[in-house]
């Protein structure tokens, strides 16, 4: 039934859920070529920033508000403000939710289709297009701009883990989302490790580590600062509602404070070793940083398949990979399940197939920007950019910045006082985290995203 409220089955289960919203293609995927692209240290300067100081305490809202409503998220912003306004915050996130996962199930398709071609290589069958063994950088870099250049391919690869996404929020809370979470991120942990590790042997890990760390100042530009701060967001899902839905499953003797610093820490974690072992392959085979959306499809078989059994474990790293985006892919289509279903009170079943093939259709454009059509080259000729780096750009750099913006700005001045310390405070906290989290909340992060924003836009100029 419907109207019975679902819930994970211990904190363990909360934490699995949300971490696997958390740690996707954002930390494998995305960072690494987003930080190669604006040169390198500053980008995750400005990322480490505003994680500790804009996207974590949006982390801590987000669940407080779905904890303290048990509410998908239009409804919840409807319920602790007289004001019914609010209610747009929790839209905008499902509109954001749509429009990243649009995208997002398209990368999804890619990791299944080099999921597929690992698995042909460790058969040892070499397709045209395939991987074939001790393949060049440069070879590698063919296969991947042929395979963005196939709209068929890239429409079946986006279909299939669209279906799988559905397949899996059809389920429900404990039985699909938190059981498949559990046991992908215990053996993504593993593999991430033990890639970093490797990774350190190889000639170019010291160069990779002075690229991370090393921030230059003439890397700046408004856009990768906000690049910056909207990715911190959409690492750690906040901004369009995920974790408030996940929150709003969360029983009220788990601490949300504890849980939301681990959720925030591993996440980091995994970004930051993910994109190490991505950049130390690169330059260990003088593979520039700033490849574009290929990186991690370039740098994984180029690294891996010097080792032994280098075909199986290209096969084994991009069906991780492909877990990850699907565990994370599970919470955007969550939050459109849900609000959809409050509202219409159609059947989960149901309204999961109808979203998702809705989801599918706006990501088409999108699988097929990498080819000469229209939404590709023609649109970069036209706006420079093809469909695909707007979806991005749109939901990622300015919606989720603006939805987590009204979330802080909800929980820091709209939400009273009781509840947050009932929320907070009542399921035993870390010391002194209320009253930094509350100065977080209604000033800093707020001024702070606000700031940013002004300055993309020219009214400030802030350096
Ligand atoms: N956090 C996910 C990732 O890093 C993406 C995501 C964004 C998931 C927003 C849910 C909500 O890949």
Known sequence: METMKQHWTNRTGFIMAAAGSAVGLGNVWKLPYVVGHHGGGLFIAFYLISVVLFALPALVAEILVGRATGAPPIQAFGMLSQRTSWRWVGALGVVAGAIILSFYSVVGGWTIFYSALGAFATLGITLPGGLPAHASAETLSNTFNHFLGNPGLNILFHGIFMLATILVVRKGISGGIERVARVLMTILVGIVLALAI?????PGAQEAWNFMWSPK????????LLEAVGHSFFSLSVGMGAMLTYGSYLGKEHSIAGTSVIVAIFDTLVALLASFTIFAIGFSSHLAPGQGPGLVFITIPLGLHVLPLGSLMTFLFFTLLFCAALTSAISLLEVVVASFVQVTGMNRSAASVWIGLGIFSLGLPSAVSGSTMFFGQGMSKWIGMTWFDLMDKIGSSWLL??????????????????????????????PGFYSAWNVLTRFVAPIGIALVFLQLSGLVRLV
Not at 217 to 224: C, N, P, Q, R, V
Not at 407 to 422: F, I, N, P, Q
């Open 217 to 224: 100042a003439s890397d700046f530009s408004s856009e990768a």
């Open 198 to 202: 490797y990774a350190s042997t190889l």
């Open 401 to 430: 910045p603006l939805g987590a913006l009204g979330t802080l700005v909800y929980a820091g001045w709209a939400v009273s006082r009781k509840t947050k310390e009932k929320e907070i405070l009542g399921d035993g906290s870390i």
